[in-house]
């Protein structure tokens, strides 16, 4: 009989991975070889307890699993370790909630948008509103600061406006907050410019739009 027999090799290398503190990421290699194969996982070149299987899972990352992982393979016949594979792990950026808000047609409605950022240094954060947002919002993409006249034709209305924060070269770290702004009925009187005659009875027209339903 002949039996061919082989050193481990690593086919497929662990990659780095870039994390959100609190979820689940994996890294894991693919190895072929002889059987039976036994696997190490270091961090930072040193021992990790327990992680003997090609993967390695992190159940909720922390700060403090920013490292360099790699694997040490080895069979009866050799042995062969992987690359150093970075793990990156970020705190997601957090909106405060914005409490829902009335507004009046024409009246500027302007405020700032307040974002805990946890990381050291800070995420170079852009603000940005989602889709579905009035045509005539906006926010400061720096700044964070909501703009927001109502026009005449958008009251009344309830308008559902969600504002999000995304790092600008980690997109993974974002999130989003949803507010509403109801826009009130208005009443709006114009009058008109007509020459008066001393002494004479003079009538001045007058505009009355409305689009709330007015009595009598």
Request: aromatic share 6%; proline share 9%.
């Amino acid at each position: 009989f002949l039996f061919v027999v082989a050193p481990p090799r690593i086919l497929v290398q662990p990659q780095d991975l870039l994390a959100v503190v609190g979820t689940s990421v994996s890294m894991d290699a693919i190895v072929e070889g002889t059987g039976p194969m036994r696997y190490q996982w270091h961090r930072n070149g040193s021992v990790i307890p327990g992680a003997t299987s090609p993967m390695l899972t992190f159940p909720s990352v922390q700060l403090g699993d920013r490292a360099g992982y790699y694997l040490a393979v080895e069979n009866d016949f050799g042995s062969t370790i992987s690359r150093v594979a970075q793990l990156e792990a970020f705190v997601a950026p957090v909106i405060e909630t914005i409490p829902d808000i009335l507004a009046d047609v024409l009246r500027p409605l302007v405020f700032s948008v307040t974002v805990t950022d946890a990381n050291v240094p800070p995420l170079n954060l852009v603000y940005s509103l989602a889709p579905g947002a009035p045509t005539n919002a906006s926010i400061h993409p720096v700044k964070g600061e909501f703009h927001w006249t109502p026009t005449r034709s958008q009251a009344p209305g309830t308008n559902l406006i969600t504002v999000q924060v995304t790092d600008a070269t980690r997109p993974i770290l974002n999130h989003a907050v949803s507010f509403t702004v109801e826009v009130n009925d208005y009443i709006e009187l114009t009058l008109g410019e007509v020459p008066l005659l001393v002494g004479g009875t003079n009538n001045v027209p007058i505009d009355l739009v409305s689009t709330e339903e007015i009595a009598g």
